[in-house]
């Protein structure tokens, strides 16, 4: 396990008829990041194949500090809340690695 990596992750269910605008507003909410935010390594957002509502999003950071300047910008709040907006329900959390095969 890398020392010091750090996680994102959110559980995400999308509003019915939204879920081409919650992936369009995800994908531009991580190109941000990947922009601006340094120790930001990589996002991945897939797809649950029965319920096509729902999504899971996980983000890898070089350390908890990456992950917090990245939560603490303005423009988090912003491009978070963009995508929450089109959501019924989500959980997020911030994760430390456990175990790796």
Known sequence: MADGVSYASGNWLVTSGSEDEFVSRWTD???WTHENIAGFQEANLIRD???SRHFVSFARFDDDASQGAWR??????????????LCDDFQGGQFTPAASV
Do not use: I, P, T
């Open 29 to 31: 909410f991580l190109q």
């Open 72 to 85: 603490s910008a303005d423009e988090w709040a912003q491009k978070m809340g963009a995508c929450r907006e």
């Open 49 to 51: 194949v029965v319920d």
